[in-house]
């Protein structure tokens, strides 16, 4: 069995260099909740989304990449040694700066949700 050590990242067809990390978020499919004579198991929508870190180039501008995600885009994970994942409807939720040294590029961890996942 192949490892995955890499992903790319499509958005609306264009590759985004600079994705340092990518992770999906946890999809919860039920909920336990408590009743009058006990506990019982429901059903939740589900919520779609993903985290990435973002390492931008010399002098690029964090907005132009935030606003390729309007709630309109589609992102495409295809996975080195392991299979391709499609979000619709994707919307960056927030972008936050790391912090400063000295030593390290400036990267943004960008938290998004996604319409869905297929």
Do not use: W
């Amino acid at each position: 069995m192949a490892k995955i050590s890499h992903c790319t990242v499509l958005v609306n067809g264009k590759k985004y260099t600079g994705i340092s990390k990518f992770k999906e978020k946890e999809i919860e499919r039920k909920v336990e909740v408590d009743t009058m004579d006990g506990t019982s198991v429901v059903d939740v929508p589900k919520k779609f989304g993903f985290e990435m870190t973002y390492v931008p180039d010399k002098g690029a501008d964090l907005d132009v990449f935030a606003a390729e995600f309007d709630g309109n885009a589609t992102v495409i994970v295809q996975y080195t040694g392991g299979n391709k994942v499609t979000f619709t409807g994707c919307s960056l939720l927030k972008a936050t700066p790391n912090e400063l040294d000295g030593k390290t590029a400036k990267d943004y961890a960008l938290d998004f949700h996604a319409e869905d996942r297929k």
